[in-house]
């Protein structure tokens, strides 16, 4: 069964840096995203991606964060100077197409993110 | 903005009963889509779940079930004959669809333990 899958599994970085999580979603899949949990918190949304454009971003996708898809298959966020407060797992999904009357968002086994 | 309340922190049941995880809601839209998602301690999140808006008939998977009250604004999940593996975080998510844009929203989240 297709999957979306994600690379690296735990990344440990220092405060300053620069991170990049991959992401590579199901392949006739047209819309993905991307969602954070710090530990012991809820699931939020950080951004939409649609036709090589962001569709939505929340408050918390600021100017650190960008997306992109470099390629037919990969879906990357880019943390350009990571804080201690972007510690978090960080997961990628996608979904096949909006229609009126569901859109199932398939997630990725997530991006564990330490920053020390 | 919509917001989604999950009001029981855990949760426990022993094995081979029934559950029922609480969740409220709140959306001035019409037309959305109400989920549950398992997140069992590998942390991957699972669509247990998913209800349309605008049918009445509440949806049923095997074992889970869900009483959605529009009115009332509210998407209880029962879980009947409990099993150990049902242990996890579940977490009920509210999805639009504006546009291309299709994001999701979590409650914070009802941790289950099932016990022998």
Known sequence: EPEVTQTPSHQVTQMGQEVILRCVPISNHLYFYWYRQILGQKVEFLVSFYNNEISEKSEIFDDQFSVERPDGSNFTLKIRSTKLEDSAMYFCASSEFLSSSYNEQFFGPGTRLTVL | ?116
């Open chain 2, 1 to 116: 903005a919509q917001t989604v309340t999950q009001s029981q922190p855990e949760m426990s049941v022993q094995e081979a009963e029934t559950v029922t995880l609480s969740c409220t809601y709140d959306t001035s839209e019409n037309n959305y889509y109400l989920f549950w998602y398992k997140q069992p301690p590998s942390r991957q999140m699972i669509l247990v779940i998913r209800q349309e808006a605008y049918k009445q008939q509440n949806a049923t998977e095997n074992r889970f079930s869900v009483n959605f009250q529009k009115a009332a604004k509210s998407f209880s999940l029962k879980i009947s004959d409990s099993q150990l593996g049902d242990t996890a975080m579940y977490f009920c998510a509210y999805g639009t669809t504006t546009g291309t844009a299709s994001k999701l929203t979590f409650g914070t989240g009802t941790r289950l333990q099932v016990t022998l």
